[in-house]
């Protein structure tokens, strides 16, 4: 996974995935949720998100993503897909 993709994580080469600042690991045993941009519903569940967001500077990460989920979505209309029809890959 390279920052472009995912600014905030990466993939460590024993395939956990870490805080690429801290290098903390995210525990086997903790849920993780991942959203991707060809999801229609992304930006509406990313911008609620951030409406909730209390930190300011976390606020304007979570804002500069919805950013990038919005050009990917308007240069690959064709890519944007209803979540359901995910299952299979």
């Avoid at 903390?24 to 229609?40: G, Y």
């Avoid at 990313?46 to 500077?57: F, L, N, P």
């Amino acid at each position: 996974m390279n920052e472009s993709q995912e600014p905030k994580y990466c993939i460590t080469p024993d395939g956990k995935i870490a805080n690429r600042k801290t290098g903390r690991i995210i525990p086997d045993d903790e849920p993780v949720f991942i959203l991707r941009a060809r999801d229609k519903h992304a930006i509406y569940a990313m911008a609620y998100y951030s409406a909730r967001c209390e930190i300011e500077g976390h606020k304007d990460i979570v804002d500069s993503r919805i950013d990038d989920f919005r050009d990917f979505a308007r240069q690959h209309p064709d890519r944007m897909q209803e979540p359901g029809q995910f299952h299979g890959e």
